[in-house]
């Protein structure tokens, strides 16, 4: 019974849309998150 864990983000921006929710794995880094999470923030 042992399942993978993930850890769900979402972030809202400031004019109400949001990036996520999206699940990552405990062991991502938060330097990988930071650059995921930059590739899909709006321009």
């Excluded at 109400?16 to 590739?39: H, M, Q, R, V, W």
Aim: hydrophobic share 35%; glycine share 10%.
């Amino acid at each position: 019974m042992a399942g993978e864990e993930s850890v769900e983000l979402k972030f809202r921006l400031y004019d109400g849309t949001d990036i996520g929710p999206n699940k990552y794995s405990p062991a991502t880094t938060i330097g990988s998150l930071k650059e995921i999470i930059l590739t899909r923030w709006p321009q």
